[in-house]
């Protein structure tokens, strides 16, 4: 399985942004089957966890995203997205999507993407 991670950049604070994360590999049936998640890191800080969405359709947020960030995926596609919104600089970091393939209820990445980087100006 491999993680492609796209759409990062520079956006103004209160701006929006939406992440992308295709997965290669596994056929929309496989990938049905996986529990997808997003982190972040920033700069100096340890990696954190952003949001998830197991299969099933319930999805998990970190507080500090809650209510200004959607994850939701297209399995069709592959792919998974955050909806980034109201960003904030504190947001300003590295985001990664990864994989648990075994749709583990306490999530457990086994693959993760490259990165994409996010930088939010105030």
């Known amino acids: 399985v491999q993680l492609q991670a796209s759409g990062g950049g520079l956006v103004q604070a209160g701006g929006s942004l939406r992440l992308s994360c295709v997965a290669s590999?596994?056929?929309?049936?496989?990938?049905?089957?996986?529990?997808m998640g997003w982190f972040r890191r920033a700069p100096g800080k340890e990696r954190e966890f952003v949001a998830r969405?197991?299969?099933?359709?319930?999805?998990y947020y970190a507080d500090s995203v809650k209510g200004r960030f959607t994850i939701f995926r297209d399995n069709a596609k592959t792919t998974v997205y955050l909806q980034m919104d109201s960003l904030a600089p504190e947001d300003t970091a590295v985001y990664y999507c990864?994989?648990?393939?075994?749709?583990?209820?306490?999530?457990?990445?086994?693959?993760w993407g490259q990165g994409t980087l996010v930088t939010v100006s105030s």
């Open positions: 990864a994989a648990d393939i075994h749709n583990r209820r306490t999530f457990v990445p086994d693959y």
């Open positions: 590999g596994p056929t929309f049936v496989t990938f049905t089957g996986y529990h």
């Open positions: 969405f197991r299969t099933g359709g319930k999805t």
